[in-house]
């Protein structure tokens, strides 16, 4: 059976279309994927993510233990911010990436969904030294995204949010609850994601749509989170990162701090440097409107016989009005305005590569 995050019942209230996804039964949409995403672009836009792993790490040694699992350098990180960050294995290919917050008791790691059991187990089988793991099953997450998500948090929300900056949070009230709020999100736009009790998260979730209403908020599900996150390029495990892709070939070597200590996977991706890249994920437009899909295959010429890798993923960008794709290809293919031709049910589907993100909000 799905798993289920507390706002199930309310998902079915709204009329919500319910999928499984990472082990969970959420809402992939409620009045439909593009209205979805043009209010997150436009407006704001309220997700459930309860289903995203929240584990502790405290302790004396839980720093030192951080540094060894993760890329990204969390002793740069002050009380009440996070970072991003990525899980490797030994081959500096991505177990997971995470988001990573300093607090004043300790570390806290938001994990995908899919990846929580797995990550768990990786961070038990590396332990050492004094280091608590605590998974914290009793917090619930909800995301407000759009550029009006300021306006209504700040109407029911005792923070000051304007000083607050990209991932930054803070401990205040929300309708009168505890809750930290953080400027993070997954969609290109401004926006918060708010830390509850499984218990105050229905009361909160329900009054947020109610108070965003008049400034054009509305739930959203996953499909839209998809959309919009290709749009802004981001990646998703399973798609743009797996066990056998680094995050030198996603682009996101700046999340990996080679000044650091050593961490796990650290060698390789010092190896991978001094041979080169031999593909990088990029951006394909297409110029009719089939939409590229996850495995299907790109090709640098209309017969399809010259390989140029394999779409990670794929939808109908709103915004551009044109079909997007993101893929692994080899560097000498990866140029900016290269054609490209995806089989698309066997006919070459022409585009061109692109620069990425797709989609880029104004400030």
């Known amino acids: 059976m799905p798993k289920r995050t507390p706002l199930y019942g309310e998902h079915l209230s709204l009329g919500a279309k319910m999928v499984e996804f990472g082990g969970w039964e959420m809402p992939v949409s409620y009045s439909g994927i593009i209205e979805e995403h043009l209010a997150v672009r436009n407006a704001a836009g309220l997700f459930d993510i309860g289903h995203m792993g929240v584990v502790e790490i405290s302790g004396k040694d839980s720093l030192p233990f951080i540094q060894k699992l993760a890329t990204n350098d969390a002793s740069r990180l002050s009380d009440y911010h996070s970072q991003y960050s990525i899980l490797l294995n030994q081959n500096g290919g991505v177990i997971d990436d995470i988001l990573v917050y300093r607090l004043p008791e300790g570390f806290t790691f938001i994990l995908n969904a899919s990846n929580t059991e797995k990550d768990l187990a990786w961070f038990k089988k590396n332990l050492s030294g004094a280091v608590k793991i605590e998974h914290r099953t009793d917090v619930c997450m909800l995301s407000l995204q759009g550029p009006k998500s300021e306006l209504i948090l700040s109407s029911f929300c005792d923070i000051n949010l304007s000083p607050l900056k990209r991932n930054g949070c803070a401990l205040g009230l929300v309708f009168g609850k505890k809750c930290l709020v953080s400027r993070t999100g997954y969609t290109g736009e401004d926006g918060f994601e708010l830390f509850l009790s499984a218990g105050d998260v229905k009361a909160a979730w329900n009054g947020i749509l109610k108070e965003g209403r008049p400034s054009g908020l509305i739930p959203c599900g996953l499909g839209a989170r998809d959309s919009l996150r290709i749009e802004a390029a981001l990646p998703l495990y399973g798609h743009e990162y797996t066990e056998e892709i680094t995050p030198l070939e996603a682009g996101y070597g700046w999340a990996v701090k080679f000044d650091k200590d050593s961490f796990i996977g650290k060698a390789a991706l010092i190896e991978l440097k001094a041979k080169g890249l031999k593909r990088k994920l990029c951006g394909v437009v297409l110029e009719g409107r089939s939409i590229p899909r ?48 995806i089989d698309i049910r066997g006919r070459a589907s022409a585009g061109n590569v692109v620069g990425l993100p797709f989609y880029k909000r104004a400030n």
Do not use: C, N
Not at 296 to 325: H, N, Q, Y
């Open 294 to 341: 996850h495995g299907m295959a790109a090709f640098a010429d209309k017969e399809l016989s010259l390989s140029a890798g394999e779409i990670t993923s794929g939808t109908f960008s709103p915004v551009l009005s044109r079909s997007i794709g993101l893929l692994y290809a080899s560097t000498d293919l990866a140029g900016l305005g290269g054609p490209l031709f």
